[in-house]
């Protein structure tokens, strides 16, 4: 027993560090390809597909080959709970496709129409200049794709339809380097295809690396402006590191540049719906992202500021914790409402924003927002990238109920500074804004007015220094770690400096 409490203690320990441990991935215990069992089915070539919705058979060994000519695999048939359906890269490793030769690899992707408790392990798809999207899932439940390897696809690589649910996407690897394939679309992406009242529930996005996609993970609405019943209760988004890199940097105009000031890329998580259910919210904890730049217009159709994590459309229930968002335009831009509130019921704890170009967080139209327990270090600290200097690091506009408390500013220039604008509600921003308990270290703690605002000084001064920890490395503050590319066979380092405590 004693073993087990230092274990769970060492567990807890990386969590608050910063470290991933995936609480939420599915642990697999994969069968083996064995031809002494009758159940396995060898697949080597496109004939041999014919047999996948075969209820004789559940283990279906695929050998390296490209089997795309044959479009997506469609598979109706269901497994169960405790007899799962296995489609499995029968190539003689174990390693992660993104760190094999293509020669190693199958090329396959796979719509789900009514299936059930399939696991799919291992297989990839590249080199795709349409809008293909490899794999599509339409009132399935129960699935789980891990380690799939997607690489320059002009399409996305795995959407989930509506009523897909508690399916789980996992170790997976989706990447573009070629950056002439800038179609608007996710990576991964929920999707409710213009229909109201719909749901998607109860999904996981684990431990996953998307690189250069033109969005990394996007909960959609679409239809007409007064939609409002999409749902996407419980769905998790954990531990995932969604990054652009200077591939596809550009000069604005469209040109490779690697120091660029613009991207072919628009975002990391894109939320267009949220919850309708306030105890199944939306998590979206210890992911890492980074690197967005405002999109190149000049010959795309992509139109971003550069933002990690934009909220659209009424967007309800949503938890944000443990996060960590840096060298990047914007953290989050909340706006553009369709229909009342652009979100509500919103929570932004324990996360840490550094190297953050222009504005934190940047909201308008937003009704019940906690906002507590984060680390905002050199915040709102350059140019906006349109020549009109910075944006404030904290801005609030027509919104209510907004708590900003326990927070910590630090080492930032005008970072402490909060715009707040009401033009919509009777009152003033002390009516609708609570900041309480914050503490402010080399920040500017002002509150901004202009002719538009009724602002009062709303910031509270409850202490310009935080403790001798700041002054001193040794003490108490510590550097944090990113490992990247940890699924292909180029690891890196990146170091944001004393932002552990």
């Not at 279906?60 to 359906?85: E, H, N, Q, W």
């Not at 910075?390 to 500074?417: G, L, P």
């Not at 220094?465 to 940890?486: C, F, G, Q, S």
């Amino acid at each position: 027993m004693r073993k087990i409490k230092v274990v769970m203690l060492i567990l807890f320990f990386f969590v608050n560090v910063g470290q991933n441990v995936y609480a939420y991935e599915e642990k697999l215990t994969l069968p083996s390809c064995s031809d002494k069992n009758s159940e396995v089915h060898f697949i080597d070539s496109d004939d041999d597909w014919l047999r996948i919705n075969d209820l004789n058979k559940s283990i279906f060994c695929v050998k390296p080959a490209d089997y795309s000519k044959l479009g997506r695999i469609v598979l109706t048939a269901s497994g169960m709970a405790k007899k799962k359906r296995y489609i499995l890269l029968d190539n003689g490793e174990d390693k992660h496709p993104s760190q094999l030769d293509k020669k190693m690899l199958a090329k396959v992707g796979f719509e789900l129409q009514g299936a059930k408790y399939w696991v799919i392990d291992r297989m990839s798809y590249w080199d795709s200049n349409n809008a293909f999207i490899p794999n599509i899932l339409s009132h399935s439940d129960e699935n789980i794709f891990n380690r799939y390897f997607i690489y320059n696809v002009n399409g996305g690589a795995i959407v989930l339809h509506p009523d897909s649910d508690n399916n789980t996407i996992q170790n997976s690897r989706i990447e573009r380097s070629d950056i002439s394939l800038y179609m608007d679309r996710a990576a991964i992406e929920l999707n409710n295809n213009g229909q109201d009242n719909i749901s998607i529930k109860n999904n996981k996005i684990v431990n996953n690396e998307i690189v250069n996609f033109v969005d990394g993970i996007q909960l959609v609405k679409t239809g007409n402006s007064a939609q409002k019943f999409v749902n996407y209760e419980g769905t998790i988004i954990d531990s995932n590191h969604i990054s652009i890199d200077s591939r596809i940097y550009t000069d604005c105009k469209g040109n490779p540049k690697t120091d660029g000031m613009c991207a072919y890329a628009e975002n990391a998580i894109d939320l267009k719906a949220g919850s309708l259910n306030p105890q199944k919210p939306i998590m979206i904890s210890n992911n890492k992202m980074w690197g967005f730049q405002k999109s190149d217009t000049s010959k795309s159709y992509l139109d971003d500021i550069g933002v990690a994590i934009p909220i659209h459309y009424d967007v309800a229930n949503v938890v944000f914790e443990k996060n960590v968002v840096f060298n990047t335009r914007f953290a989050f831009v909340i706006d553009a409402p369709r229909d009342g509130y652009a979100a509500e019921k919103l929570e932004i704890r324990d996360n840490i924003f550094y190297n953050i170009l222009s504005s934190a967080i940047f909201a308008t139209d937003i009704d019940n927002m906690k906002i507590h327990d984060n680390l905002f270090k050199k915040i709102a600290y350059g140019e906006d990238g349109y020549g009109k200097g910075v944006f404030s690091a904290f801005y609030f506009n027509d919104s209510t109920n907004v708590s900003f408390y326990n927070n910590k500013i630090v080492h930032s220039f005008k970072s402490a500074e909060f715009y707040v604008k009401e033009e919509k509600y009777n009152g003033t921003p002390t009516d609708y804004y609570r900041f309480n308990n914050n503490t402010y270290f080399n920040a500017n703690y002002a509150s901004k007015n202009n002719s538009y605002e009724k602002s009062v000084a709303i910031v509270d001064k409850t202490s310009l220094l935080l403790t001798e920890a700041w002054e001193n490395p040794t003490r108490h503050y510590k550097d944090l770690h990113i490992v990247t590319n940890r699924l292909n066979n180029e690891q890196s380092e990146i170091i944001l400096p004393r932002v552990l405590q």
